[in-house]
């Protein structure tokens, strides 16, 4: 059963504004230098894909990734990356969802 396009957009709707939120807050304790080219993909991009794997109970998140991510959901994704530079963001930016977020969407 493949996720409705309503609930892909209220899935990131509660993502984005949760790691808009957390940013807020963790703002002020950044430590270094920001980085100096922002990601194709934000985080609550990321985030919500990772959702989408699990709510499909996909089993390759490669194959997931390549065959219907952007294949299937250009128009939510539109600046979608390689896998393996989606892999990099992935792993940053998943520090930013707890365990309580990901019930949410079950």
Do not use: W
Not at 59 to 88: A, D, G
């Amino acid at each position: 059963m493949r996720t409705s396009k309503d609930k892909i957009t209220e899935i990131f709707y509660l993502i984005d504004n949760f790691c808009q939120e957390l940013n807020t807050r963790l703002e002020s304790h950044i430590i270094g230098n920001p980085a100096k080219k922002k990601p194709q993909m934000s985080k609550s991009e990321v985030i919500t894909i990772m959702v989408l794997f699990h709510m499909e109970g996909s089993r390759c998140l490669k194959h997931f990734y390549l065959f219907y991510v952007q294949e299937h959901l250009k128009s939510e994704f539109p600046k979608t990356v390689s896998y393996n530079r989606f892999v990099e963001i992935m792993q940053r930016s998943l520090l930013n969802i707890p365990v309580k977020l990901m019930h949410l969407f079950h």
